[in-house]
């Protein structure tokens, strides 16, 4: 696994989170949500990130399904141009 961000630009979309593995990067949740990277890890670190983080090896990483279910974001979403947040 890398450290680089699943996907590349600034502003997710609905259909960028469906893209996403079951698991995703601490800097795209927290893009996902209109933050930047160092609130998205401070949050992660003092435990009041919006959604379920698990720890992996020496970083963290964010459980989508979980990301998705906070941001409302279901199966009957148009995906291509709404932004996520």
């Known amino acids: 696994m ?5 996907i590349d630009h600034r502003t997710l979309t609905v259909g960028d989170l469906l893209k996403l593995p079951p698991t995703t990067d601490v800097e795209t949740a927290g893009r996902a949500f209109g933050m930047g990277r160092t609130k998205a890890y401070q949050l992660v ?41």
């Open 45 to 85: 670190r003092t435990g009041k990130f919006p959604c379920q983080v698990v720890e992996c090896g020496a970083g963290y990483r964010v459980v989508t399904a979980d990301l998705m279910r906070v941001l409302g974001v279901g199966q009957n979403t148009d995906t291509d141009h709404a932004p996520a947040a």
């Open 2 to 6: 890398t450290d680089k961000p699943a």
